[in-house]
């Protein structure tokens, strides 16, 4: 069972657009890692968030996660066709380091 | 530094041959994962170790499916007999328990088919 639903599912946009992504789930968690997987290798972790209402910034990438800590997003600015790639939220499983993925949202940046 | 090294990166076989697919983590890791990919189903957690022993297999979606770490550097991941359905990209991923990051460091994958 998925834990994390990741909307929308697929996402496609013109260069230069902004664009937001949610990870949404009804349980609770200590933290929310969020992970880009590019074709053909495997997923890189972009952040990691901890405290609720916490926004980081990575260039042009800010995530936020939930008050409530149930939830998370991801907005991009002025997108690039270097941001294509498959986004996955992901969560910490009981035995603390083992990590559960989210549905994943695929965005594809066009030229 | 090298990274997570998988092989073989693709594999095509017939149902009911055995596959092995094989994974070297990052040197200095105590953790070690299996995971599969599939549009249908997205990156599953099938086993994971701690110090090359198995702690979670609940993943494992049945008993053709088998992983193995034998020592620090190595592990496997063998499905005995394979089945159309276990085409997959099937992923290895190492981290170092305790980090504060927790951050997976992943492979390239290997990509099975099988026919």
């Known amino acids: 069972t998925q834990l994390l639903e990741q909307s929308p599912q697929f996402l496609s946009i013109q260069e230069g657009e902004n664009l937001t992504v949610y990870c949404n789930s009804s349980?609770?968690?200590?933290?929310l890692q969020w992970y880009r997987q590019e074709p053909g290798e495997g997923p890189v972790l972009l952040v990691t968030v901890v405290t609720g209402g916490e926004v980081k910034k990575l260039k042009r990438l800010t995530f936020q996660f939930g008050d409530a800590r149930k939830d998370s997003s991801l907005h991009i600015t002025a997108a690039q066709t270097g941001d294509t790639g498959l986004y996955l939220c992901?969560?910490?499983?009981?035995?603390?380091?083992?990590?559960?993925f989210g549905t994943g949202t695929r965005l594809t940046v066009i030229p | 530094d090298a990274g997570v090294i998988q092989s073989p990166r693709h594999e095509v076989t017939e149902m009911g041959q055995e596959v092995t697919l094989r994974c070297k983590p990052i040197?200095?890791?105590?953790?070690l994962f299996w995971y599969r990919q599939t549009m249908m189903r997205g990156l599953e957690l099938l086993i994971y170790?701690?110090?090359?022993?198995?702690?979670?297999d609940s993943g494992m979606p049945e008993d053709r499916f088998s992983a193995k770490m034998p020592n620090a550097s190595f592990s496997t991941l063998k499905i005995q007999p394979s089945e159309p359905r276990d085409s997959a990209v099937y992923f290895c991923a190492s981290s170092f328990f305790g980090a504060d990051t927790g951050e997976l460091f992943f492979g390239e994958g290997s990509r099975l088919t099988v026919l």
């Open positions: 992901a969560h910490r499983g009981p035995g603390a380091n083992n990590l559960f």
């Open positions: 349980s609770v968690f200590s933290s």
């Open positions: 040197s200095g890791h105590n953790s």
């Open positions: 170790f701690n110090n090359n022993v198995p702690i979670d």
